[in-house]
């Protein structure tokens, strides 16, 4: 079946640091993929999306382009601030059926001052 | 749009009592999903609904699950004669349509503790 990668945690960096968060996945068919974010006490939230081959998905900062290629989509920021501090999960959506979201284990992010 | 509730947001119960979640989506959302997360994992598929068709269950989910959406509005997850591995987050998602590329907006779940 449909399964999602994420390189494992907990990732630690200075304020101002670069990140990059790796995605893999294995589907039938063009799945849409996803990020989504999980703040300290709060549920799981949509960070950003793509839907086809070579899309890049941008919200706050963050960048992911999805890489049919590779089977990638692999999460991206310049420059983190210390309330990036979070979990993120990779998902991507089946293309079939109920299009179930196939989520991650999840990577979490501490980012120091 | 005021979000996917769930509600209770924490339940402690002993082992072999039944416990009843709910969820209430976005309202103009057709689609429901329910997932389980446990610590250190994403969350599991378990169930989704069209309206109120429940259309595809999960392995995961044992004969002790049973889950609900009368009349395509609210849904009901409920477990009876709860066991020590039933302790996880159960999440409440829904979204709008028939296409893979919209997003599921997620509840802040209900945390179910098993003594």
């Known amino acids: 079946g449909d399964s999602v990668t994420q390189m494992e945690g907990p990732v630690t960096l200075s304020e101002e640091a670069f990140l990059t968060i790796n995605c893999t996945y294995t589907?039938?068919?063009?799945?849409?993929l996803f990020w989504y974010v999980q703040y300290p006490g709060e549920g799981l939230q949509l960070l950003l999306k793509?839907?086809?081959?070579?899309d890049k998905g941008s919200n706050k900062g963050f960048e992911a382009t999805y890489r049919k290629e590779t089977t990638s989509f692999h999460l991206e920021k310049g420059s983190v601030q210390v309330s990036d501090s979070a979990v993120y999960f990779c998902?991507?959506?089946?293309?079939?059926?109920?299009?179930?979201?196939?989520f991650g284990a999840g990577t979490r992010l501490f980012v120091k001052a | 749009d005021t979000g996917v509730s769930q509600d209770p947001r924490h339940k402690i119960t002993k082992r072999g009592q039944n416990v009843t979640f709910r969820c209430d989506p976005i309202?103009?959302?057709?689609?429901l999903y329910w997932y389980r997360q446990t610590l250190g994992q994403g969350p599991e598929f378990l169930t989704y609904?069209?309206?109120?068709?429940?259309?595809?269950k999960s392995r995961l989910l044992s004969d002790r699950f049973s889950a609900e959406r009368p009349k395509g509005s609210f849904s009901t997850l409920e477990i009876q004669r709860t066991e020590q591995g039933d302790s996880a987050m159960y999440l409440c998602?829904?979204?709008?349509?028939?296409?893979?590329?919209?997003?599921?907006?997620f509840g802040d779940g209900t945390r179910l503790s098993i003594l």
């Open positions: 793509a839907t086809k081959a070579d």
């Open positions: 589907a039938t068919g063009y799945p849409s």
């Open positions: 998902a991507l959506s089946e293309t079939t059926g109920g299009f179930k979201t196939i």
């Open positions: 309202s103009e959302h057709n689609r």
């Open positions: 998602a829904s979204s709008l349509g028939s296409y893979s590329n919209q997003p599921q907006h």
């Open positions: 609904f069209q309206n109120e068709a429940q259309l595809e």
